[in-house]
């Protein structure tokens, strides 16, 4: 367990940037994602608004398999992820040259799959006529071709098999659904497999997309999403008193964990250090944190405790802060109670009011927004945050020029997952 474990490289899709060249740029711009949703015919829904990548990415992938780009046409969290994967191909590919491919694996948060049917419901409605068993019908008849590609459903790790397949990762291939903590408990299990001795190198990372019919109108029937007609914005206020709800949006992030040893063989230079994470399960409820937040507490603390570090030593706690009534004030709470005296000094942020909650790909964009800025020095600030819940916690509310040695990254899902990750700034 001597072995630490390196973050060398990391991708970003965002409806904020379109790959991590222009995000530091775009953070100090204060840039919002925030727009009219265009994705589908939100007419007679109450919300209108959602973070959208809005750029065409078809350009990424016109040279992939005709099956990849249909699969990218029917799924959209898999478009972002290939996409994401070829804004970054040239630089990953040199990082595994010398990698023997059980030596290296994959592990991804996914979200839901959401399948267009009214693609389909010309078909759907002939085949109803003389089946007792349409929908399986439907996919028979459009998987025309063999493989494990379908334009209606596909295998739920077929995102992990397709970044093992192009970068030769062949120790392990990982799928996890854990909602809001998906993609960060990604990151934290890359982190246990390199420490273990599993692998030299992983690639960790999520893909998520909410900004469809099924999704925005379950999240809006949870309480969860603002009502919004585009004309009141900001629609996101993490951490306000006046806060109520998040914004819906999609994204896609991959990270490079090494071991030191891979590192120091392949003279690579790392970004940060991944040091440790803490996760909890609280059980409390599918669709709601645990007022306590005793689990959150356990998730920060183990995070902290396993870093061997104080929680004075923490500069920086990029929060899940995601502008709901419950989650905003349990989450302040908790550092609260860990932080104790030191939870005044300690500078605290949201990112989701710039680029709204991705779900299972949440963790990675903001982790890869961590990266970003440890590499510039950078706070990003929660620039329409007026009546903080809590002014005995250091919220920033104006972008920060600062260095950063250790930070912490909260995500908290449906279903009482809690996962925190240390960092260590060694640039």
Known sequence: MKNKAYIIDYELISPITLGKDSLHENLRKNQTGENLVTRFDTRGMPFKVGAEVQ??????????DERIRAACYYDRKFELLVACYHLAEKRFKPLIEELRPSRGGVVL???SDVTKMEEFEADFIEISKTSNAPYKELIATQNTQKGRLNKIWN???IHAIYLAGKLHLAAFQNSILTACTSSTQAIAFGFDAIKNDAADLVVCGGTDSIINNIALASFGKLGVITESDGTNTPTCIPFDTNRKGTLAAEAAGLVVLVSE????????????ELVSYGNTLDGYKITAPDPSGKAMQR?????????????KE????????TGTRHNDQIEADAIKAVFAEAAKDVLISSTKDRHGHAIAAAGVQEFNILLNCLEHDFIPGMVNLRHPLDEDLNFVRQNKTQSIQYALTNNFAFGGVNTSI??????
């Open 55 to 64: 750029e065409d990415l078809k350009h990424l992938y016109k040279n992939e």
């Open 109 to 111: 948060g996914v979200g």
């Open 155 to 157: 295998p739920y790790d």
């Open 261 to 272: 040893d891979y590192a120091k063989k392949q003279n690579l230079t790392p970004i940060a």
């Open 299 to 311: 998730a920060i603390r183990t995070a902290i405790v396993k870093g061997d570090i104080s929680p």
């Open 314 to 321: 923490i500069d920086y706690i990029q929060a899940h802060g």
């Open 422 to 427: 240390l960092v260590k700034n060694i640039q």
